[in-house]
């Protein structure tokens, strides 16, 4: 099977070209830092192009029958499995995903893009009784027309696939903008899947813009009736403010300040692994990472040294030896980030249980002990870093939990369920995950946060909701009777 080629164009109405923008975007692997490829910046004649190619192309692919729709969704979801190799080096290469990392977010890919092919037979209609007399309701549900998609750097196929499939399954048209840091797998990259899989041009687009060139024409162009957002808080909040100005719906999966709970009754060794996996994959650069761990004061000393030991343990370097957990971060402006958050910790009194170290854009496991105030424990570390925080009892580790602007992910570890589930259901959060680790993700659950965390819900018929609307349509089949006389 030949390699993917023409990765470093747009993707505009079924045609691979360069942009029309003035800049050139460098794509750099992140641990090697040589170039991948440079892309010519799409400007803002190639956004119009591209949306008002998807909002041709929707018309006619709304229409298409359900089977075949479904066979097309289907077919992406095969050449994944085909081309998981491939797929799974670009990660490596590109985003600096681990050999471990990039294989869980091709199966994510892959997940999400099955299950959608099941969404052309769920448009259904509903006929809903009505209260005046002869007349037949009928309720359509409807693709919204045209979704703007906007990826991150992090999971930057899987959190682009995962907007893209369920849109194009619903038959909307679909206009993708990946980070520029990521452009292959979080956008190209799909344009070629999606084409081999036999989709009709202009159905889905990808343009690769330099945001500095553009400012928000992706975001208030007034064609997509919807803009799906991934990414930092700060953006999400900008762009639902343009889409409320607009008039656009928006989903928006924001940042997450995740806490990690540890209740005296606790398995410590398993609450271990637990905190260890959902800090460090991925080198921490994801929504979902535990961000503080909150322990029972009882237990902290001996969970403390275990985990410790644990971290010293993770290896750090090559994200292409299978046996990685820490990769490089996506730059050296997040190494030195980070770095200062440590820096300001340090200042506000926190205690550096681990020091970690640096090499390139590699860093391993920082730890230390703080408190909620600490800016490693307020602020989204998106790095090899966490704060243990020690809890006086359950209220306290409660308390601690929900003293933030985020509600993304959590995680409770408890031996008693019913005390872990009552636990949970407290936690001012959109997923609670019992005796496991805050990083998970399935394509049949509602995936999404509460507070500064975002909105909307992916996954499931959640998915299927976000990207439709409805109309309701009625027949009055009798003569109506309305209060005059002629």
């Known amino acids: 099977m030949d390699k993917y080629k023409d990765l470093d164009h747009q993707f505009i109405n079924g045609r691979w070209k360069e942009g029309t923008g003035k800049k050139q975007i460098e794509v750099v692997n992140p641990y090697t830092q040589e170039q991948v490829t440079t892309f010519k910046s799409a400007g803002t004649e190639d956004i119009d192009e591209a949306y008002r190619a998807a909002y041709e192309a929707q018309k006619e692919w709304a229409a298409v029958n359900a089977f075949e729709r479904a066979r097309i969704i289907e077919e992406a979801s095969l050449i994944m499995e085909r081309r998981r190799d491939e797929l799974v080096q670009l990660l490596i290469e590109e985003a600096g995903s681990t050999f471990i990392k990039a294989n869980v977010e091709v199966d994510f890919c892959i997940a999400i893009t099955k299950h959608s092919a099941s969404f052309p037979f769920e448009n259904e209609s509903q006929v809903p009784p009505s209260i005046v007399p002869g007349k037949r309701n009928e309720v359509l549900r409807k693709p919204l027309g045209v979704v703007g998609v906007i990826g991150?750097?992090?999971?930057?196929?899987?959190?682009?696939?995962?907007?893209?499939?369920?849109?194009?399954?619903?038959?909307?048209?679909?206009?993708?903008?990946?980070?520029?840091?990521?452009?292959?797998?979080?956008?190209?990259?799909?344009?070629?899947?999606?084409?081999?899989?036999?989709?009709?041009?202009?159905?889905?687009?990808?343009?690769?813009?330099?945001?500095?060139?553009?400012?928000?024409?992706?975001?208030?162009?007034?064609?997509?009736?919807?803009?799906?957002?991934?990414?930092?808080?700060?953006v999400g909040k900008h762009i639902g403010e343009i889409a409320g100005r607009t008039v656009k719906k928006a989903v928006l999966e924001l940042g997450g300040n995740n806490p990690f709970v540890v209740l005296e009754d606790a398995d410590i060794e398993k609450a271990v692994e637990g905190a260890a996996f959902g800090k460090y994959m991925h080198s921490g650069q994801i929504c979902m990472a535990v961000n503080r761990i909150i322990v029972h004061q009882d237990i902290y000393e001996e969970f403390t040294n275990q985990f410790l030991e644990l971290s010293k343990k993770i290896k750090a370097g090559d994200p292409k030896d299978p046996t990685t957990l820490i990769g490089p971060l996506i730059n050296q402006k997040a190494v030195q980030r980070i770095l200062g958050e440590v820096e300001q910790a340090k200042s506000e009194g926190a205690e550096v249980l681990l020091e970690g170290s640096v090499d390139g854009n590699v860093m391993t496991p920082f730890v230390l002990k703080g408190t909620n105030d600490m800016a490693t424990a307020k602020h989204e570390m998106f790095g090899p870093v966490v704060t243990i925080i020690p809890a006086k009892d359950e209220a306290d580790a409660l308390r601690i939990a929900n003293d933030t602007q985020y509600g993304l992910s959590g995680s409770v570890h408890s031996s008693n369920y019913e005390k872990a589930f009552s636990f949970a259901q407290r936690m001012e959060t959109g997923m609670v995950h019992i005796n496991d680790q805050s990083v998970n993700d399935e394509p049949l659950v509602a995936f999404g946060g509460e507070k500064n965390s975002g909105l909307g819900r992916f996954g499931g018929h959640w998915s299927l909701d976000e990207f439709t609307t409805f109309q309701w349509i009625s027949v009055q089949e009798e003569r109506r009777r309305y209060p005059f006389e002629k």
């Open 152 to 234: 991150p750097f992090n999971f930057p196929m899987y959190l682009a696939m995962r907007s893209v499939s369920p849109a194009l399954a619903t038959g909307n048209g679909v206009v993708l903008k990946p980070d520029s840091q990521t452009a292959i797998t979080g956008g190209t990259l799909l344009g070629k899947i999606f084409e081999e899989a036999g989709a009709p041009k202009g159905i889905l687009n990808v343009v690769v813009p330099d945001i500095t060139e553009i400012g928000d024409a992706f975001v208030e162009h007034p064609i997509p009736r919807m803009i799906s957002f991934t990414g930092s808080t700060g």
